[in-house]
């Protein structure tokens, strides 16, 4: 009996010291996609891969492609003790998790800042067109979703430009304008830039090299830089493994996107309304009052969520989606409540453990995120993360509409 094992991959930067001072390592986990969720969530369902305070995300990922291709091409012999025998199991990458600069790193993205701000697909546009009626209204629709053959064809566009006259802003246009950047090749395009602008500058003597003698000394250089390998193996692999299609397998992390993000902005707006009313004292009181009995909330602490009410994170944020309402009724103004109500909405149908209609889900998650940010006026920034959760329910929506096999006599 053969055994397909989908992989869900987590790559993170954190800290490798025990104390508060930061020990930057990245590190890489993973775990079983077919385990029931509430077995996939205990500890020792997670499994360690890796670690490195020295190796980028992406070198940390080409090894975790080789290790799934390589176990997906020979397969992995175990033993099935519910039926007693011998199988094999042929493993996958199912998808790829992490917050979003991280996640926008693996599908070579260039984050929120550019104009095409998703990593899914290619909505956006210039800023002018984006300010305009047409084009923030374009910010709620899918727009081309991009593949990976079209970033890879992208990130080696870029780095062909770099031995050309002017590269510098050649490249970085072409960035702004696309959204793609491959942190794998970044360090080789910006030797050959740096080199190219020494390369054309006046001599001493005021003469100056042929452009043909420069391009051909900057693509000898890149020869040079490239080796012992070739330019595949040093752009992103997660745009050629197999049975993955980056842009949309990397599915949002709501804990900085809604948590650390929409509700965090709308309690600092919020706070302010209420110290300028001179009201704090009040709203403490209204906390130690709070019977939470029948909520499933950690430790609250309204004298530590009001002292620190600056350096909150998330698990307090999740309890006060959840009570605020109840607490700030008479005193913010009504729109500010009404923001209040549909956050609570947003964070109850996030934390769903199970959907039963993917598509009214789909309907009121959008509803409800976008009348959040219209409420919390945030920047426009959050618009990303919404755009690539929402494209990614439709895929998870169009994987589990259709037949699958997971495994084969």
């Known amino acids: 009996m053969c055994y397909a094992v989908p992989v869900i991959v987590f790559i993170d930067d954190v800290s490798g010291n025990v104390s508060k001072q930061w020990n930057k390592h990245h590190v890489v986990y993973a775990s079983n996609a077919n385990l029931p969720r509430e077995m996939i969530e205990k500890e020792f369902?997670?499994?360690?891969?890796?670690?490195?305070?020295?190796?980028?995300?992406?070198?940390?990922?080409?090894?975790?492609?080789?290790?799934?291709?390589?176990?997906?091409?020979?397969?992995?012999?175990?033993?099935?003790?519910?039926?007693?025998?011998?199988?094999?199991?042929?493993?996958?990458?199912?998808?790829?998790?992490?917050d979003n600069p991280m996640q926008a790193e693996e599908c070579s993205h260039n984050g929120l800042g550019c104009n095409l701000f998703c990593r899914t697909c290619k909505v956006g546009g210039t800023k002018a067109h984006k300010a305009s009626e047409e084009g923030f209204l374009e910010l709620f629709s899918e727009g081309p979703l991009r593949t990976p053959h079209e970033t890879d064809a992208e990130i080696r566009r870029q780095l062909s430009m770099s031995v050309l006259p002017g590269a510098q802003s050649k490249v970085d246009s072409a960035r702004q304008a696309t959204g793609v950047w491959d942190s794998g090749l970044h360090s080789i395009i910006h030797t050959l830039i740096e080199m190219g602008k020494q390369l054309r500058k006046a001599r001493p003597d005021n003469s100056q090299a042929s452009e043909d003698a420069i391009r051909k000394q900057l693509e000898t250089e890149l020869d040079r830089l490239l080796q012992p390998h070739s330019v595949d193996d040093w752009?992103?692999?997660?745009?050629?493994?197999?049975?993955?299609?980056?842009?949309?397998?990397?599915?949002?992390?709501?804990?900085?996107?809604?948590?650390?993000?929409?509700?965090?902005?709308?309690?600092?707006?919020?706070?302010?309304?209420?110290?300028?009313?001179?009201?704090?004292?009040?709203?403490?009181?209204?906390?130690?009052?709070?019977?939470?009995?029948?909520?499933?909330?950690?430790?609250?602490v309204p004298a530590y969520i009001c002292h620190y009410r600056g350096g909150l994170i998330g698990k307090h944020f999740k309890?006060?989606?959840?009570?605020?309402?109840?607490?700030?009724?008479?005193?913010?103004?009504?729109?500010?409540?009404?923001?209040?109500?549909?956050?609570?909405?947003?964070?109850?149908?996030?934390?769903?453990?199970?959907?039963?209609?993917?598509?009214?889900?789909?309907?009121?998650?959008?509803?409800?995120?976008?009348v959040a940010i219209s409420h919390c006026c945030c920047r426009p920034i959050y618009l990303g993360p919404f755009k690539t959760f929402s494209i990614s329910l439709q895929n998870v929506h169009r994987a589990f509409s259709s037949p699958s096999q997971n495994s084969t006599s």
């Open 45 to 98: 369902s997670v499994k360690f891969v890796s670690s490195s305070p020295h190796a980028s995300p992406i070198e940390l990922a080409k090894a975790v492609c080789d290790s799934i291709n390589s176990a997906a091409q020979n397969g992995v012999e175990a033993w099935d003790c519910k039926y007693d025998e011998e199988v094999l199991l042929l493993p996958y990458g199912f998808f790829f998790g992490g």
């Open 235 to 300: 752009i992103n692999p997660l745009l050629g493994l197999a049975g993955v299609n980056i842009h949309m397998d990397t599915p949002t992390e709501i804990l900085h996107t809604v948590l650390l993000g929409v509700v965090k902005y709308f309690w600092g707006q919020t706070v302010h309304i209420i110290e300028k009313a001179k009201s704090l004292a009040l709203l403490e009181a209204r906390m130690e009052s709070l019977a939470v009995h029948g909520l499933n909330l950690p430790a609250f």
């Open 319 to 370: 309890s006060l989606a959840q009570v605020m309402p109840f607490l700030i009724h008479d005193l913010v103004p009504q729109d500010v409540l009404d923001g209040w109500n549909v956050i609570g909405e947003l964070v109850v149908l996030l934390w769903h453990t199970s959907i039963e209609d993917r598509e009214v889900y789909l309907a009121c998650f959008i509803l409800f995120y976008g």
